[in-house]
């Protein structure tokens, strides 16, 4: 009510309420200075020390007790921000060999033989990334941010991120694998599939051939996306060809939470502008950046407008694009306005920042060390009204949606030459606003079939839920509209069951691997506790959730699992998400199954 009476303009406050924009997390602007979300600079917290509370936090000396200690820290972090947080294993690989050589060293000080002490101390360091990952997995499904939730957390995977620490690394990355496949009991006791933390899994050279040495757990990965929809994949190759920063060097990160990516860093010439105490001069920065906010614009509502009318289209998006514009810019200043102390987790004690009390936040802002979002949904919707195609006829309607596309890129690329800040188009993962654009539209301009005939919108440049097309098809082509979303997007496909063909998944992540930046699996996780059933949980003409076993309909008693932003959600969805669930079509099949 602050927001909306206060905080924001007449203008955006309207647009916002009739579906022409959407302006994101509107309930938490009010609080001070709340940001996005994060890649979190855990290495140098981790081992230059921190502060929770008003305790100090020093360099634990043991796996264990770092990964305890982590997962402090991300709640600490996630109850600064209201989006999602994104670490990487690598930060707490080091640590794993701390507890090795004191397992080493303690059965060497007893007289033991060197091959016994590297024999048992073997032994000892296995279990203690057993159980470290075992206690990380409790701790962030079960502790709470002060918003009420989990922290909404993703763990990349990244072999490529050290040297020194590879093998250490890959046998995190092997745990958590493992004990994702394994999932956690639910209140009766069934392992079921947790929706946090996402994992990201980073292809590279070093894992993506059968030859290549960690291959292994590629293949462990593909075991665990076919039982648990995760990991999520991201090509270090095509990503290197995307995301080059000020010197033309291709850089490789993961996303902030789901899907919001960084630009590459241009503050390279600028140095330490965050006083990280982990800093690398003249080596791009990630951990320890951020995202400003979103604002979401509806196409579907500018295509509408038009009438069908090309040159009206043209001059209502671009009213609409300097509208989000305003929008945008609010969240900014709003932001602008912070000094450290708001959140000295984040910004003196090194989440993101080592500024000094009272310090400001505004250098932060800009040179592209932080990004603003201009978000969009409805591409398919959009371009089908104005050419009667979709964007996947390779004709007209792909012509018109690069289009479109572009036009947000040269506006994010004017307005960051004009204001020193890092715009960025963001194919937005409009969960729950779906359905709200899906009424508004109807509101607005009736039912338009094909158009304006559905209880949801088609998410950012998605091929439609319901437009047949095979995985590979699929990739190749909303590879083209993903490179023009630099902000964060993400592609799927959706698949049967694969845990009995994971030469399936396989190929599809190789395929991932040489075409795309970003991209995941949807297959089925569910459970009916009734009856013990773990297929699929289906969908009835009436929007309601059964077991098509035993005809259970009580959600309490069903546990299903879908990805519907990014995210794995497991609380069941409005009308509008889940008629888009229902008329999801597979993008592969499962002959070898059979």
Known sequence: DITRRLLLPPTIVKAHDEGIIHFHDADYFAQNALHNCDLINLEDMMNNGT?????????????????????????????????????????????????????????????????????????????????????????????????????????????????????????????????????????????????????????????????????????????????????????????????????????????????????????????????????????????????????????????????????????????????????????????????????????????????????????????????????YAGLYECVKYMTGNSHTDGGEGKAFGIQVMQKMNDKCKEWKEKENIDYSVYGTPIESTTYKFAKCLKNRFGIIKGITDRDYITNSYHVPVFEEIDAFTKLKLESEFQRLSPGGAISYVETPNLQNNLDAVISIIKFIYDNIMYAELNTKSDYCQKCGFDGEILIDEDLEWYCPNCGNRDHDTLNVARRTCGYIGSNFWNKGRTQEIKERVLHIDNKDDE
């Open 51 to 375: 502060n929770i509370n008003g305790v100090m936090i020093e360099r634990p000396h043991r796996f264990l007790t770092a990964m305890t200690i982590a997962t402090q820290l991300i709640t600490a972090v996630s109850s600064s921000q209201y989006g999602g947080a994104t670490i990487t294993l690598s930060h707490l690989a080091p640590f794993v060999r701390d507890s090795y050589n004191r397992y080493l060293t303690r059965y060497q000080e007893r007289g033991l033989s060197k091959e016994q002490a590297i024999k048992f101390a073997d032994e000892d360091i296995k279990r203690e990334i057993t159980d470290g990952v075992q206690t990380f997995q409790y701790q962030i499904n079960s502790m709470t941010t002060t918003n009420g939730q989990a922290p909404f957390l993703s763990v990349c995977m990244y072999l490529g991120e050290t040297d020194e620490y590879k093998d250490e690394l890959a046998m995190i990355i092997e745990e958590f694998l493992n004990q994702r496949i394994e999932g956690m009991k639910n209140e009766n006791g069934v392992y079921i599939t947790p929706a946090f933390p996402k994992l990201l899994y980073i292809l590279e050279e070093d894992n993506i051939h059968p030859k290549s040495k960690y291959y292994y757990l590629t293949k462990l990965a593909a075991k665990c996306t076919a039982k648990r929809m995760v990991p999520d994949y991201i090509s270090e190759k095509v990503m290197k060809e995307l995301k080059k920063n000020e010197y033309g060097e291709g850089e490789c990160y993961p996303c902030m939470g789901c899907r919001s990516f960084l630009t590459p860093d241009r503050s390279i010439s600028l140095g330490n502008i965050a006083k990280a105490k982990n800093y690398v001069e003249g080596k791009g920065k990630y951990y320890g950046r951020f995202n400003q906010g979103v604002v979401t614009i509806n196409l579907v509502d500018v295509a509408l407008t038009s009438g069908k009318d090309m040159d009206i289209f043209w001059k209502v998006y671009e009213e609409r694009l300097e509208l989000c514009h305003r929008a945008l810019q609010k969240r900014h200043e709003r932001l602008s306005k912070a000094v450290s102390d708001v959140a000295p987790i984040l910004w003196q004690h090194g989440a993101l920042a080592r500024l000094e009390k009272g310090e400001s936040i505004h250098e932060l802002l800009h040179h592209g060390y932080s990004t603003i979002s201009l978000g």
